[in-house]
């Protein structure tokens, strides 16, 4: 992955892109390019032999026009200040794509969590959690999970704030489990997104996504789960890859065998049923019809995408193409799906688990998923519309357009505090 692009950088140049396409004041966009405020924080825990173990930590929250703050937390060692603001700039932007009445945040812990026990990891959550507690709240700030943390880290999240609010507040955090609060089909609803935004992109391309190949980068919640539900659609699913390299096979992978492989033995390599292993960048650049990018910021980077053979990416992780590489496919016509809108499943399933929190009843998996796929379907309808009309770029142009209008109107709408 090309270390040198800052992912905040690439956040502001996409603004500024889009500002050609807006009726807003510089001013106006210029607020719209910064963290309204961010929380730097260092954790200290006793780890498993004795010795004290520190962490920087960092929240940032974007912009609140919309609603409360909302985006996840991620556990990896090559989080910093200016990635976690990126995240949470995309989250504000997600939410408006999809119209939920949310704010975009975003976190992060500076950690390797494969080094750290479930004890040491329960530790530095709930110190975190300790820290966050001014901040968060349901009608504040509501964390969900992100690259490396899942149910567990949300429920300790959850337990720690209402232990210490002396109270009650299941919507304090999303993505929960089931029996903490959390929402049925809230751990599929990324990959879900990811396969509706797919399903959309070749109906409109004039074709079906089932006659589709199918490359997979990132085999974890969001990657994983969008590969499954493709290979379920009748998509082949040829290649897939993880952080210890990728798995090959012609005539497709199944996606489920493989996830129980990676379970077994923690990756996706040396698979059993796959005719070769790949580099990241074969990955990247094999011949398929959609491409699927679902690990970090920064995968393809200009000379990759100029190597691009896919007719389609739909990006499943947040920012994975650096704003040069979005400019050659743009350039050679391959259609890119934006994270805005690809993975807005995640948050609009969360949206829905805070809503079953607040009133204190559930819905159906059925139910929620029906609800997903409104959201997904008009999404990616006002956003195509939003691309035809104005004639514009790219699907991600689109997608700003329509995002920043609407938190603008939303922060007009709220006029001005002294
Ligand atoms: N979880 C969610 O609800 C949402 C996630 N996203 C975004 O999706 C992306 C993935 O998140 P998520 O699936 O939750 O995270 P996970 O931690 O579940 O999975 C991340 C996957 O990416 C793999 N990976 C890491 N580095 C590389 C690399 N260099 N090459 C190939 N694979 C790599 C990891 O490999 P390994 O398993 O070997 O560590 C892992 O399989 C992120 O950008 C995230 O922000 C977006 C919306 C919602
Ligand atoms: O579910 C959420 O609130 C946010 C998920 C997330 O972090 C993301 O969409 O990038």
New binding site residues.
């Given amino acids: 992955?090309s270390e040198q692009v800052n992912p905040f950088e690439s956040l502001q140049e996409q603004i500024d892109d889009a500002a050609a396409h807006l009726d807003a004041s510089d001013d106006q966009l210029e607020r719209l390019k910064h963290p309204e405020r961010v929380l730097e924080t260092t954790l200290s825990i006793e780890d498993d032999d004795g010795s004290l173990a520190t962490f920087k930590a960092f929240r940032s929250q974007f912009n609140g026009d919309r609603g409360p703050y909302k985006g996840?937390i991620?556990y990896h060692p090559g989080v910093t200040r200016d990635e976690v603001k990126a995240?949470s700039g995309w989250m504000a932007y997600k939410c408006a794509v999809v119209d939920i009445p949310y704010g975009g945040g975003k976190g992060g812990i500076v950690i390797d969590p494969k080094e750290y026990s479930a004890v040491e990891l329960e530790r530095i959550t709930r110190s975190f959690a300790t820290e966050l507690r001014p901040l968060i709240g349901p009608d504040r700030d509501i964390p969900?999970?992100?690259?490396?943390t899942g149910q567990r880290e949300m429920n300790w999240i959850k337990d720690t704030y209402e232990t210490l609010e002396n109270t009650t507040a299941p919507g304090t955090v999303t993505?929960k489990a089931i029996a903490s609060g959390g929402s049925e089909g809230r751990v599929e609803?990324?990959g879900r997104s990811v396969m509706l935004t797919a399903r959309e992109a070749f109906d409109y391309l004039g074709t079906d996504v089932a006659d589709a190949t199918v490359a997979v980068?990132?085999?974890?919640?969001?990657?994983a789960i969008a590969a499954r539900l493709l290979d379920e659609r009748g998509a082949t699913v040829v290649a897939v890859?993880?952080?210890?390299g990728a798995v090959y096979n012609d005539d497709g992978l199944d996606a489920e065998a493989v996830k129980d492989h990676k379970n077994e033995t923690g990756?996706v390599a040396e698979y059993a049923d796959a005719d070769e292993e790949l580099s990241?960048r074969e990955l990247l650049t094999l011949d398929v019809d959609l491409l699927i990018p679902?690990?970090?910021e920064n995968a393809i980077d200009a000379d990759i995408a100029a190597d691009v053979a896919a007719d389609v990416i739909v990006e499943?992780?947040?920012g994975p193409l650096t704003p040069e590489a979005d400019d050659v496919l743009a350039d050679r016509d391959v259609y890119v799906l934006p994270d805005v809108l690809a993975?807005a499943g995640?948050?609009t399933v969360s949206y829905f688990e805070w809503v079953q929190n607040r009133r204190r009843f559930y819905w159906s998996e059925e139910r929620v998923n029906d609800e997903l796929e409104t959201v997904i379907v008009n999404a990616f309808d006002g956003l195509v519309e939003t691309f035809e009309d104005r004639d514009l770029p790219t699907f991600r142009m689109a997608a700003y357009v329509v995002a920043i209008r609407r938190i603008l109107d939303a922060h007009e709408e709220g006029g001005t505090f002294p």
Avoid: E, H, I, K
């Fill in positions: 992955m996840g991620r995240l969900a999970p992100d690259v490396n993505g609803a990324t980068q990132g085999y974890g919640n969001a990657g890859s993880d952080s210890s990756s990241n679902a690990a970090l499943a992780a947040n993975n995640g948050v």
